[in-house]
């Protein structure tokens, strides 16, 4: 069990893209498959409940996308950027393998040198546990506050999934593929502080861990692979 006693949770904030991509449309590009497994139109909704996703443009970038969030964040804490003790960039979709994407969100926000700058990666659970990273340094009197950031894109790996399944039609590829049809893009950004600095008084208390470490073998992508394993 993880507990603090001198954190808050400052401010929460979040961007989403103006495009939106609907299930529909992305069953019309999935014809080729549908046609071969003999399947009728409307089984992602009806499996996922999920009509429509948000899209970044083409090509974005992602440390810009979370430095959006993060300047919302920050302008509802009202921590100065150049205060933060800690900026982690806790998404999957990164700029670069290096340097860390922190890197250019703590630029583009004007963050002190002073500051610790780094990324945490894991899955859906990077911002939890950027979280906890800056809470523990706020409870141990290292810091007074901090900002985790995170933004994804799901357009590559859903186009990229859509060609692997129409270049192989299988109900296997299928069953594999479509927790990946189900994913959107945004941005999001967390400010952490310490209980005596806080305006809003939403104190972080407790958090607990639990892990199926098992099951890493599901839904696996990345540069290289483009489509889970």
Request: net charge neutral; with cysteine.
């Amino acid at each position: 069990m993880l507990r603090w006693k001198n954190v808050c949770l400052e401010a929460v904030s979040y961007v989403l893209p103006e495009e939106r991509v609907t299930t529909h449309e992305l069953e019309t590009r999935l014809a080729p498959l549908y046609r071969a497994l003999h399947l009728a139109p409307g089984q992602i909704e009806a499996l996922t409940g999920i009509r429509e996703r948000r899209v970044w443009p083409r090509g974005p970038v992602m440390s810009q996308c979370a430095a959006m969030a993060a300047r919302l964040a920050l302008a509802e804490s009202g921590v100065p950027a150049e205060e933060l003790g800690a900026v982690i960039y806790a998404g999957v979709c990164r700029d670069n393998l290096e340097p860390a994407t922190a890197c250019a969100v703590a630029d583009a926000l004007g963050v002190n040198s002073q500051a610790l700058i780094f990324d945490v990666s894991n899955a859906c659970l990077g911002v939890l546990n950027g979280m906890v990273e800056i809470a523990n340094r706020i409870e141990l009197g290292q810091i007074t506050s901090g900002l985790v950031v995170s933004a994804e894109s799901s357009r590559e790996i859903v186009d990229a999934t859509i060609e692997r399944l129409n270049a192989d039609p299988t109900m296997e590829r299928y069953r594999l593929g479509l927790a990946t049809m189900t994913g959107g893009s945004g941005a999001c950004a967390v400010v952490l502080t310490r209980a005596e600095d806080s305006k809003q008084g939403h104190r972080l208390i407790a958090g607990a861990a639990l892990n199926a470490s098992s099951q890493h073998r599901l839904c696996r992508w990345g540069p290289s692979r483009g489509l889970l394993g």
